[in-house]
């Protein structure tokens, strides 16, 4: 930070806020538009980033730094004792080595503090790590490992031969009573006997060579063995540290409220679905920023948080765009921090669907097709009932079945698919598991896609700490392609038609955002890009076998 900012985080504003009114209630922190006030304090802030020179960190920007990226910053608007309005800033986790530098709001727990139980603790874990790749690596052990594979190899061979001839013999041996079957009963006894005895000695020699092979092997084995306890007792051990360490940690980090309650990550989370907190938990921007604030008597006017640098190949994040907290680590945090605070109205608790009107666009005596508005539920969400699926509920009472055949996210327009019967239900489903539905969306995307027509291929799996957030993730994740063709090129936007092959949630807006897909987000998609009038994505076409008549029916329906 720059030489004027002041030592105790609370920065007056450089230009003047004469003209600014204050908001009425805070921040509503998991869907927001940033109040100016918010909007000034980060250009300041991020006029002081640009001007940095002492962190020697690239926020993901160096090629050669490929370990570094973005980080998110946060803005808390505050007024102090005296009725001064100025803000706090801090960031997410740690910028280089640290998690203190000048002018921003320190760490709510120190945990990288030097001599600290963490320090200690991770050291002793990164000892146990270093000690089980020595084992993992020794030339005994692996030169066991590969012996005994060549054994096990070698002996499955011999007993499969061996078998196998046990089965021509037994064949053979059942041909040879049948044939003597027809003569006198006491040539048949005899060679009842003689082939018993056969059968019994062919059992004797494959017991005989498994003995073998297993006599062979058990040296190897009890010397692998050797080094697979060691290995697997000290796992045992670094797993039950590292989550003694992690339960210790949780315990040091602790909250307050403006009524002054403190409560520690662990009693945050304890009544949580996840019980315990997750990895990361309250290192976040907003955390920090209301701790400091409530402990300096500091009130909260407005916040807001954006990301500063490049975006990792995982999770979508634009260069000095605006995003809500995150859920998962921090919605319990701040249910606490922010309580008794009068914040904005949480939009996901209104109903987007109030007075929008379903159109009709085919129907018959088996299946109709409707053309969802945005911001519209296909079926209802945990606050909204209201949904495609309970006006066709309500519209066709005699119906059976789920009604639904297939889904566009809320903010999604376009064709829906109705079954007016269970049956008529499965077999549409089935088409679109089959992948014989062909579909074809209509997106305007914020920025100029300089090929025509291409394939994207991303897997995605949602952010389990930002839920409704999908994320790409080649370990984890599910197979998502699509197929894209630009239609035109007007004012920096790019009219596209995306032909998705699989029907992942948000996959055209992430394989539209993401820097490996087209790196151009949708026009007004909140989530992976710039809130605008509506989400400009719409499904405007589609193609599919008439369950009944086997007819090939073609929908289309324009958007915008």
Same mark, same amino acid.
């Not at 998690?99 to 760490?107: I, L, Q, R, T």
């Given at each position: 930070?720059?030489?004027?900012?002041s030592?105790?985080?609370?920065i007056?504003f450089?230009?003047?806020i004469?003209d600014?009114?204050l908001p009425?209630?805070?921040t509503?922190?998991?869907y927001y538009?940033?109040?100016?006030?918010?909007?000034?304090?980060?250009?300041?802030?991020q006029?002081?980033i640009?001007?940095?020179?002492?962190?020697?960190?690239?926020?993901?920007? $160096?090629?050669? /730094?490929d370990?570094? =990226?973005g980080?998110?910053f946060?803005?808390?608007? &505050?007024q102090? @004792?005296q009725? *001064? +309005?100025?803000?706090?800033?801090?960031?997410?986790?740690k910028?280089?080595?640290s998690?203190?530098?000048?002018?921003?709001?320190?760490?709510v727990?120190?945990?990288?503090?030097?001599?600290?139980?963490?320090?200690?603790g991770m050291?002793?874990?990164?000892?146990?790590?270093?000690?089980i790749?020595v084992l993992?690596?020794d030339?005994t052990?692996?030169?066991?490992?590969?012996?005994?594979?060549?054994?096990?190899?070698?002996?499955?061979?011999?007993?499969?031969?061996?078998? $196998?001839?046990? /089965?021509?013999?037994? =064949?053979?041996?059942?041909?040879?009573?049948?044939? &003597?079957?027809q @003569?006198?009963? *006491? +040539?048949f006894?005899?060679?009842?006997?003689?082939?018993?005895?056969?059968?019994?000695?062919?059992?004797?020699?494959?017991?005989?060579?498994?003995?073998?092979?297993a006599?062979?092997?058990?040296?190897?084995q009890?010397?692998v063995?050797?080094?697979?306890?060691?290995?697997?007792?000290?796992?045992?051990?670094?797993?039950k540290?590292?989550?003694?360490?992690?339960?210790?940690?949780?315990?040091?980090?602790?909250?307050?409220?403006?009524?002054?309650e403190?409560?520690s990550?662990?009693?945050?989370?304890?009544?949580?679905?996840?019980?315990?907190?997750?990895a990361?938990a309250?290192e976040?921007?907003?955390p920090? +920023?209301?701790?400091y604030?409530?402990?300096?008597?500091?009130?909260p006017?407005?916040?807001?948080?954006?990301?500063?640098?490049a975006?990792?190949?995982?999770?979508?994040?634009k260069?000095?765009?605006?995003?809500?907290?995150?859920?998962g680590?921090?919605?319990?945090?701040?249910?606490?921090?922010?309580?008794g605070?009068?914040?904005?109205?949480?939009p996901?608790?209104?109903?987007?669907?109030?007075?929008?009107?379903?159109?009709?666009?085919y129907?018959?005596d088996?299946?109709?097709?409707?053309?969802?508005?945005a911001?519209?539920?296909s079926?209802?969400?945990?606050n909204?009932q209201?949904?495609v699926?309970l006006?066709?509920?309500?519209?066709l009472?005699?119906a059976?079945?789920?009604?639904?055949?297939?889904?566009?996210?809320?903010?999604t327009s376009?064709?829906?698919l109705i079954?007016?019967?269970?049956e008529?239900?499965?077999?549409?489903?089935?088409?679109?598991?089959?992948?014989?539905?062909k579909?074809?969306?209509?997106?305007?995307?914020?920025?100029?896609?300089?090929?025509d027509e291409?394939l994207?291929?991303l897997?995605?799996?949602?952010?389990?700490d930002?839920?409704?957030?999908?994320?790409?993730?080649?370990?984890h994740?599910?197979?998502?392609?699509?197929?894209?063709?630009v239609?035109?090129?007007?004012?920096q936007?790019?009219?596209?038609h995306?032909?998705?092959?699989t029907?992942?949630?948000?996959?055209?807006?992430?394989?539209a955002a993401?820097?490996?897909?087209?790196?151009?987000?949708?026009?007004?998609?909140?989530?992976y890009?710039?809130?605008?009038?509506?989400?400009?994505?719409?499904?405007?076409?589609?193609?599919?076998?008439h369950?009944?008549?086997t007819?090939?029916?073609e929908?289309?329906v324009?958007?915008?």
């Open positions: 930070m720059s030489k004027e900012i030592d105790d985080c609370f007056p450089k230009e003047s004469a600014y009114p009425k209630r805070f509503f922190p998991f538009e940033p109040h100016p006030l918010c909007r000034l304090a980060a250009k300041e802030l006029a002081n640009q001007a940095q020179k002492n962190w020697g960190y690239s926020f993901g920007n $160096d090629p050669n /730094k370990t570094e =990226a980080k998110m946060g803005i808390l608007v &505050v102090n @004792q009725q *001064e +309005l100025g803000y706090l800033v801090g960031f997410s986790g910028i280089g080595d998690n203190h530098h000048e002018g921003f709001v320190p760490p727990f120190d945990v990288f503090k030097a001599g600290g139980f963490f320090n200690k050291a002793e874990l990164d000892r146990m790590t270093r000690e790749e993992e690596k030339t052990f692996t030169s066991s490992q590969a012996l005994l594979a060549k054994e096990q190899a070698l002996a499955a061979t011999e007993l499969g031969t061996l078998k $196998d001839q046990m /089965k021509l013999a037994k =064949a053979a041996r059942k041909l040879r009573r049948q044939e &003597v079957k @003569q006198t009963p *006491e +040539l006894d005899t060679l009842q006997e003689t082939l018993a005895a056969e059968s019994i000695a062919s059992h004797n020699h494959l017991k005989k060579i498994r003995k073998y092979w006599d062979r092997m058990a040296v190897i009890e010397q063995l050797h080094y697979t306890a060691q290995i697997t007792s000290l796992k045992e051990k670094r797993k540290k590292s989550s003694l360490l992690q339960r210790e940690l949780f315990e040091k980090y602790h909250f307050l409220n403006q009524y002054g403190v409560k990550l662990l009693d945050i989370f304890e009544h949580t679905t996840q019980k315990m907190p997750p990361g309250g976040c921007a907003a920090k +920023l209301l701790q604030a409530f402990q300096h008597q500091l009130r006017i407005a916040m807001a948080e954006f990301w500063w640098g975006s990792s190949l995982s999770t979508i994040r260069h000095g765009h605006f995003y809500p907290t995150c859920r680590k921090c919605e319990p945090i701040l249910l606490h921090m922010l309580k605070i009068e914040m904005e109205e949480n996901m608790l209104s109903n987007p669907a109030k007075g929008k009107v379903l159109d009709i666009i129907e018959d088996y299946l109709l097709a409707v053309n969802k508005p911001e519209f539920l079926v209802p969400g945990k909204i209201d949904s699926w006006r066709m509920k309500q519209k009472p005699t059976t079945g789920p009604l639904v055949v297939h889904r566009l996210d809320m903010s376009g064709i829906l079954a007016k019967s269970k008529i239900h499965k077999q549409l489903q089935r088409q679109f598991i089959e992948r014989t539905v579909k074809r969306y209509v997106a305007l995307l914020d920025g100029v896609v300089s090929t291409g994207i291929n897997p995605l799996r949602v952010d389990l930002n839920r409704p957030h999908q994320m790409v993730c080649y370990k994740g599910k197979t998502a392609r699509t197929k894209w063709k239609v035109e090129r007007t004012n936007q790019t009219k596209i995306f032909f998705p092959i029907g992942r949630t948000h996959q055209l807006r992430v394989h993401h820097p490996l897909g087209l790196n151009t987000a949708i026009v007004g998609d909140d989530l890009g710039s809130r605008a009038d509506r989400l400009y994505l719409h499904a405007e076409w589609i193609g599919f076998e369950p009944v008549t007819e090939r029916m929908l289309l324009d958007g915008f």
